[in-house]
């Protein structure tokens, strides 16, 4: 039902949606919003010729795939574990699992407006005592606190379970009077939940609390030991998550995965699962006047041109050295090199996920004629995947308003991001922009870092992954698993930090992260094939009865 | 007295003195502004060498000097002519001719908000018709209504006098409560009218009709016929001007000059006398997303890089390709070549001003520590003059504000402007670009241009000129000759659709146009060498009665 996906695509952020107000990378609206529609990325016809408008000196290293071989999400065995119990215990407390969603909601949390942030911390440490935590601690941070709780199970199996209890601010033209209500409303899709959170990422995180809330009430216990780590600044780029995990570094690192629960199904009850996330370096480029030339404290008037450099025209000739003329192959000497080669075992994934041309789809819903170099299919996966990119998000410098203004600028200043595919750290792209500049002659070209952080992906073969796509078999989702994606999140604090195989995802399905009418869809109409809210918990149940029953460590 | 000439200077326009508000070139202003200190600048080291940072694959056309001589304004015979009687008279109506000026700058004329540019263009008219005018009109335009007047003398020789009425709008920090309250304020360098308008243009416009009167009381008529072309758009840069002069274009045609009354000495009673101006282009440059590629609607996710094509990137590289990478060669074919070589009447006018070193004096007035290439003396002069500019004003896309936001932004914009020497034709330029463009594969950059005019010179031996020097020579003034500004007034009007001479100049001082405390020193105080109102309004009767004088035209 592609109509579908696409209208879940449509519904989400359009072009200020994504980041209202101060807020950092998005990430999680990014992989809200773009999960349905990533997915029909994820296809196309399997091609395996060079891109056709590839240039000439092409740097990017060649990346034939020595496997035609596909990965086939459904032939991993449908987890088979029976927890009936607890599930029925699950349709029984349904009306006050709702209610506590609704709570959830209700608690305003704004991070980039320091809005009711101390009483949701507060909110999140008080459910987990309630429900059972033995250790639950606030963490304080240079930004807004994190929360830590740990419940042991005296199990042989350990999770993380990464929570962010803040959301987004809100922007106008919301189709309710209130966004912190917490109200159900009937949807075409079915009665929802629409809030700010709903989605992302509240009402997930709200729903895996209540699986964990039916375990215990009928088992006394939990079949893993289970740890939280929550923070109340995803939004603003997770600044201070390092320091949220810190207290607890070494026991973290003693788990057996991390786990961020997540609606991923679109309204068809499809889903793609993406294994992990590119990094990112964010940063001004800025060309000042000053010892080197052109006006150093003030601009000055336009015709003195002819004998005064242009920090503009420097700007623009540094940027414009970083690319190819069509601005999409990067010059930057060793910066395709230090990208790893599709593994294998990413080779199958992506020759599963080229089964299916969608670029066209895709295209439509972002409004763009074509994609770079007349790319399609699988081409364009890998490209996406293993390209780093380099990009402009803003410009600007001079006289900007109506009409004519005649000045020569004393500063022009970029802000640009480059995607980093896991292979490229951060340093070494930093390191790499400055070596370029400089050898082109533009040394006085500042940078200013804004952030930086490496990719994180997670091996299909981890038991953890396999555990997952089990229990979303089990519930019949169709699976696409892409190896990770274009965007960006601070993930590496999982797989790198904590050293712990990721996964992030679940069933349900929502929209509007970021965006106005978010909402989670609790009870689907007919025909709507996405999970319920009571299948969804039930679902997270499974996944930690299916993680107990992993052989056990290699240790 | 160096250190004067650049309190001049530093009292003049700042950072966002030029335009405020909506106006156009303030080609006044610049004129105003430049003057003392572009006499500086027409001077340095006598150097023939090609700039030491030039490119190897310099586009420039060889500038040899075919000549070492120089034009020497004093050996110029100072004007003779002896008019003690209207002298004496303007000595007798001093004071009624300070309050001439007061009433017309107390009357607000502000063309950028439409204040009081009916009340002024009326009272101009009237007072033409006061002064014994025939024929005085007022023309409609799109824009403000232009004046014409013209005084039938019966005399052999005619003169075109070009005023504009208009004046910019109020910027803060004046140190007088009211702009327009025609002040006269005790300044350090003496008496000064003190107004919006008292220099740029008021001041000297009306002074000159000051003298008309004295001539017309003592004689009872004037030595030339002359008109008076006045419009009150100057500082939205003269859209109309074509209009305000079309009803009397042919009789204008047959004029012998045209003049502009404008204070150009400064504080120590120097002055640079320029012929000309250069034309300039000014457009904005603008990459959107379309058929090409990009996103055409509105900006998508940044992460999409890998895939989508960035307005913002094609944008950076058309306008790198039209310069080196220092941003100050111009690359466009044809775009030198069109410029004419310097004849010899200009090199002998360069070699003049290259004997006095101010470099250095200039950059810091500008707060800039070098002239490109390391440029100085005669090359520096040459390349200020003959060098058509490719400037970026101003340059704006996507998010511009405080701290990260991740967008691939669907449109980038540039305002740019190229100044245009004698022989390189706007619509040469523009269309010079266009090809440029699109041999370069930038056929999707649009130009939109906003504004075009050629450039204008009237050379150094014309007998109007000739008179206008001795004139300046009568009276002492060390006079730097230039054969045109580095900026840009559509002076063409008068050298090309009148096909006349054009002097614009004249003795006083004022400072300040186009920024707060703007005044006209009527008063000097002890040991200011620059003239006194008195003094002005003399040098105007003579010039008119030197203009007289002339031989008879050639027909």
């Known amino acids: 039902m592609p109509a579908n ?175 912190f209500a917490g109200e159900l409303v009937e949807h075409e899709l079915g009665t929802v939940l629409m809030a700010r959170g709903a989605t992302n990422q509240k009402g997930p995180q709200r729903a895996f609390l209540n699986a964990v809330d039916a375990i215990v009430k009928t088992h006394g216990t939990l079949p893993v030991n289970l740890y939280v780590v929550a923070e109340g600044e995803e939004e603003l780029g997770s600044p201070n998550f390092g320091a949220v995990i810190e207290p607890w570094l070494g026991r973290l690192r003693e788990a057996d995965g991390a786990f961020f629960p997540m609606n991923i199904q679109n309204p068809a009850g499809d889903a793609t699962l993406n294994l992990g996330v590119k990094g990112i370096i964010y940063f001004e480029l800025e060309a000042r006047g000053g010892d080197w030339g052109g006006p150093a404290t003030a601009e000055v008037h336009g015709s003195l041109k002819a004998l005064v450099d242009s920090p503009a025209l420097r700007l623009v000739q540094a940027i414009a050295s970083l690319t190819t003329p069509d601005g999409n192959t990067i010059l930057i000497p060793g910066y395709y090199e230090a990208v790893q080669a599709p593994s294998l075992a990413e080779q199958r994934l992506i020759n599963a996920l080229a089964r299916e041309p969608n670029d066209r789809q895709m295209q439509q819903a972002l409004g763009v004629s074509r994609w770079i170099d007349g790319l399609e299919g699988r081409e364009a996966l890998v490209r996406n995947l293993y390209d780093p990119t380099l990009n402009i998000n803003g410009l600007w410098s001079g006289y900007t308003g109506e009409g004519v203004k005649t000045i020569l600028p004393h500063v022009a ?128 149940v499974d996944m930690l009865y299916a993680l107990a029953a992993l052989a056990a460590p290699a240790d």
């Open 413 to 540: 200043t970029a802000k640009m991001d480059s995607r980093l595919p896991p292979g490229l750290e951060p340093e070494d792209a930093f390191r790499l922009l400055r070596e370029h500049l400089d050898a082109n002659g533009f040394q006085e070209i500042v940078i200013r870092p804004m952030s930086g952080y490496p990719a994180a992906s997670t091996g299909v073969d981890e038991p953890l992954v396999q555990a997952a796509i089990s229990v979303f078999n089990k519930y019949g989702v169709t699976l696409r698993v892409a190896p990770w994606l274009a965007g960006s999140a601070p993930f590496y604090q999982f797989t790198r930090t904590l050293g712990l195989p990721f996964v992030f995802g679940g069933l349900g399905h929502g929209s509007g992260a970021h965006a106005p009418d978010e909402y989670m869809l609790l009870h689907p109409a007919e025909g709507v094939a996405a999970a319920a809210l009571a299948d969804i918990e039930k679902s997270y």
């Open 5 to 179: 996906a696409l209208t879940s695509w449509m519904a989400l952020p359009t072009a200020h949606g994504y980041i209202p107000g101060t807020p950092f990378f998005g990430a999680t609206a990014m992989i809200h919003a773009r999960s349905p529609a990533l997915g029909l990325l994820f296809s196309g016809a399997c091609l395996l010729a060079a891109a056709p408008g590839a240039q000439a000196t092409d740097p990017r290293p060649e990346r034939s795939f020595a496997t035609s071989e596909t990965f086939e999400a459904s032939e991993i065995a449908a987890y088979t574990g029976d927890h009936a119990e607890v599930h029925a215990r699950i349709d029984a407390d349904l009306d006050a699992h709702v209610a506590h969603l609704q709570r959830w909601l209700r608690q305003r949390s704004i991070s980039a407006q320091d809005d009711g942030i101390a009483d949701m911390a507060q909110l999140l440490a008080d459910d987990l005592r309630e429900l059972g935590f033995q250790e639950v601690a606030q963490v304080a941070t240079p930004g807004h606190p994190g929360v830590l709780g740990y419940y042991d199970a005296g199990a042989q199996r350990t999770l993380v379970v990464y929570m962010m209890y803040d959301v987004q601010p809100i922007e106008p033209n919301w189709r309710i009077d209130d966004p």
